[in-house]
């Protein structure tokens, strides 16, 4: 069965913290991963990785993929308060069997940076 | 601005009641999809359509309906046979050539009572 696991499923840090959100997967066929970020609504998006060990960096933010060990983190340096959110990794398998290009998510990592 | 609005944001159902949640888009996109999601659950696929008049069931369809006549609108109905319907949905739409990045509207949270 094709599955994206991200841990922790939570996490609470304080304001300046630097925080490491992992993602791993196991999917008949890869095409690319992303990573969103929702506030209480709409998953907006982040990042998308295709190739292994090229960081993808927005200011703060960065992430990795590591398609040998089949995970990538999500990295977040001196957070702030408006960090706080869910951040869902999914991954693209491409138009393989019967998957037509549809994503699958992991259950998310929910966030809380306390002041 | 181009975007996907989805209507209502907030819906009450009694039991036994369908209702039928709104999803319109202006990105000119060919794909759109309808995802559930649960606390703790991540997001889990219902159906999506990849072209006007067709579309697929994902891995949660039972209990719910969809409709694609127009390219740009793609409404989901949760009928009385969806055991569990309290829950927030979400639209997504996407180009069918290209990155496959979704973007999603800001949901509509169903409450049954």
């Known amino acids: 069965e094709d599955k994206v696991v991200q841990s922790p499923l939570s996490l609470v840090v304080h304001e300046g913290d630097t925080v490491t959100l992992n993602c791993s997967y196991e999917v008949t066929n890869f095409r690319s991963l992303l990573w969103y970020k929702q506030e209480k609504k709409a998953p907006t998006f982040l990042f998308m990785l295709t190739s292994s060990g090229i960081e993808k960096k927005s200011g703060r933010l960065s992430s990795i993929l590591d398609k040998k060990e089949l995970s990538s983190i999500l990295n977040i340096t001196a957070t702030q308060t408006g960090d706080s959110a869910i951040y869902l990794c999914?991954?693209?398998?491409?138009?393989?069997?019967?998957?037509?290009?549809?994503?699958?998510f992991g259950k998310g990592t929910k966030l809380s940076v306390k002041p | 601005d181009g975007g996907i609005t989805q209507s209502p944001k907030y819906l009450f159902r009694k039991e036994g009641q369908n209702v039928t949640l709104s999803c319109e888009q202006n990105l000119n996109h060919d794909a759109m999809y309808w995802y559930r999601q649960d606390p703790g659950q991540g997001l889990r696929l219902i159906y999506y359509?990849?072209?006007?008049?067709?579309?697929q069931k994902g891995d949660i369809a039972e209990g719910y309906s969809v409709s694609r006549e127009k390219k740009e609108s793609f409404p989901l109905t949760v009928t009385s046979a969806q055991k569990n319907p309290t829950a927030f949905y979400l639209c997504a739409s996407r180009p069918n050539s290209g990155a496959n990045v979704l973007t999603f509207g800001a949901g509509s949270r169903l409450t049954v009572l």
């Open positions: 999914a991954v693209d398998m491409g138009n393989y069997g019967g998957s037509q290009g549809n994503l699958i």
């Open positions: 359509s990849q072209i006007v008049n067709d579309f």
